[in-house]
């Protein structure tokens, strides 16, 4: 990520800013659905640029180049963003106060839970330590466990007689 958006001051205006850390800055690679369906947004996004015209990205253009943006490039107001969000929530019948930041804490799990090396969802989560992605981000529960038991007594279960 090369740049993110924050708003400061008062009233909040959006800023570029930097990722805080270097770690940050590095590429990630990402599953071909979601390349997929980002190159399918970058599409859309241009037929918006060429119908907003000299509009798109602000009024001297210093917001060209964002990923995800309004119909004429500018940034997106975090209340919008929230409400769609809670409402995708909803639909999913899932808790709608679930911040976006939880996110971050399913990825890891799913990704402990598909058997992938911690030290490969360390780097995937960009966390400078282990032990973040492992004690703070990443979750279990009963069937995860269970299944993990299940998969322990199958060492000891004479596949050839079901013993």
């Known amino acids: 990520m090369r740049h993110q958006i924050q708003r400061v001051g008062n009233p909040r205006r959006p800023v570029f800013v930097e990722p805080k850390t270097e770690r940050s800055r590095r590429p990630v690679p990402l599953p071909s659905q979601v390349v997929d369906a980002l190159k399918a947004h970058q599409e859309r996004q241009?037929?918006?640029q060429v119908l907003a015209g000299s509009r798109w990205g602000g009024p001297e253009g210093e917001w060209d180049g964002l990923v995800f943006c309004t119909s004429i490039g500018t940034p997106l107001d975090p209340s919008?963003?929230?409400?769609?969000?809670?409402?995708?929530?909803?639909?999913?019948?899932?808790?709608?106060?679930?911040?976006?930041?939880?996110?971050?804490?399913?990825?890891?799990?799913?990704?402990?839970?598909?058997?992938?090396h911690p030290?490969?969802?360390?780097?995937?989560?960009?966390?400078?330590?282990?032990?973040?992605?492992?004690?703070?981000?990443?979750s279990t529960d009963a069937e995860g466990i269970r299944g993990s038991m299940d998969r322990m007594g199958a060492l000891f279960t004479d596949e050839r007689n079901g013993k």
Do not use: W
């Open 46 to 48: 241009g037929f918006e």
């Open 119 to 138: 030290r490969e969802a360390q780097d995937i989560m960009r966390h400078a330590q282990i032990t973040t992605t492992l004690s703070v981000y990443t």
């Open 80 to 116: 919008n963003v929230m409400k769609q969000y809670r409402e995708i929530l909803r639909e999913a019948g899932i808790d709608p106060e679930r911040r976006i930041h939880d996110l971050r804490h399913t990825c890891a799990t799913m990704l402990a839970r598909l058997g992938v």
